[in-house]
Each structure stands twice: as structure tokens, then as C-alpha cells.
């Protein structure tokens, strides 16, 4: 039965919690420096949280795991196919247009997914749970294509991960979350100076 955690629980962390964090600082560090091997990492680190946030019943958040698979598998083969042809993984910009569109996408997505967890599932925080994994899957896949752009949406899911996982008592994850808006806004200073080296 899966355990339910909340914010009257003083749970310590899980060794599942521990290990997915050692993970998922690792491969926010490698993606940081454009590294191929953030993806390999990330793959182990994805599938841990999914089992730590299916048990806390942020089914959203759990899904978005299984999702982070696949992205992951592509941004190994894109980077790699960047990295073979150039000599190094190239960062790129987005244009106007595609900002606003994947703006009005992930927008669109976010009503579609919260309304679905709100009244189909007992999910904890449905609304809110649902936007930051929408957000997540939109900054996964930029990543995966090298726009910087990608680093943005990170420190917005980071920014509202933190009290989240505060709020169901994951405290190991909101730490993490708090070293990944550090790692995001190193990212996003590193990436963007990437485009004028």
C-alpha cells in the first residue's frame, strides 16, 4: 500500500529519495556543462522519483517520470547527433514565434491535464501538480532539442516544485529542487554565453 505523505508527517528520507537526488544533481551538473551523459543519469534518476511521487500520490508528477524516459532517450540521440556532427553539443535560440506557441501549447496542455487529475483522480493538488509537470515536459523536450530557452522553464518548475514538495512532506526532493534553481540559473547564464563563444 502506498504511503501516504503529508505535511503532519515527519518522515525521514526514503534511500530512494537519496539516491534519485545524487542522480538528479549529477545530471543537471552534466547537462549544465552540455555533457551526452546527463541522459543516461537522468533516465536512473527519473525512474526513482516516479516510484517516491507515486507513493506520495502526486500522480501527475509520476507520470511525467515515465514521459522523462523517453525524453531522455531522445536527447541522448539528438546530442549525440549534434556532438558528432560539430565536434560539441550546440546550444540554440528560439524564435519569437515559437516562443508564443509553445507558450500558448503548454498553456492550453496545463488546463487540459489539471482539469483531467482534478476530476478523474484523488490526486493532492491537482492544479498545481499538473502545471509543473506540463512546464516540465515543455523545458524536457527544448533541452533535448538545445534551446536555451529550456533553462527558463526550469527555474519556473523549480521555483514552484520547492513548496510543493514541502507541502507533502518530500523534503529530500524540495532540497533538491532548491540546488536545481541554482543549477537552472547557472545553466541558463552558461548556455546563453555559449551562443556568443
Do not use: H
Not at 4 to 13: E, I
Not at 63 to 84: K, P
Not at 158 to 168: F, N, T, V, W
Amino acid at each position: 500500500m502506498p504511503v501516504q505523505r503529508g505535511t503532519d508527517s515527519a518522515a525521514a528520507v526514503s534511500p530512494i529519495e537519496l539516491i534519485a537526488t545524487l542522480l538528479g544533481v549529477l545530471c543537471v551538473a552534466l547537462g549544465v556543462r552540455r555533457s551526452v551523459w546527463t541522459f543516461p543519469v537522468a533516465i536512473g534518476s527519473v525512474l526513482l522519483v516516479g516510484w517516491a511521487v507515486w507513493q506520495a500520490r502526486l500522480y501527475s508528477d509520476a507520470v511525467l517520470q515515465l514521459f522523462f524516459v523517453g525524453a531522455n532517450l531522445y536527447g541522448w540521440v539528438n546530442w549525440r547527433q549534434s556532438q558528432a556532427d560539430q565536434g560539441d553539443v550546440l546550444v540554440e535560440s528560439m524564435s519569437t514565434e515559437a516562443r508564443w506557441r509553445w507558450a500558448a501549447g503548454t498553456g492550453l496542455a496545463t488546463l487540459v491535464w489539471g482539469g483531467a487529475m482534478a476530476g478523474w483522480t484523488k490526486a493532492d493538488y491537482p492544479w498545481w501538480d499538473a502545471a509543473t509537470a506540463v512546464v516540465s515536459v515543455a523545458a524536457q523536450l527544448l533541452m533535448a532539442q538545445r534551446k536555451w530557452e529550456n533553462w527558463v522553464l526550469w527555474i519556473a518548475v523549480d521555483l514552484a516544485l520547492i513548496p510543493l514538495y514541502l507541502a507533502k512532506g518530500l523534503t529530500m526532493f524540495a532540497a533538491l529542487y532548491l540546488f536545481y534553481l541554482a543549477l537552472s540559473i547557472w545553466g541558463l547564464v552558461a548556455w546563453r554565453r555559449s551562443l556568443t563563444a
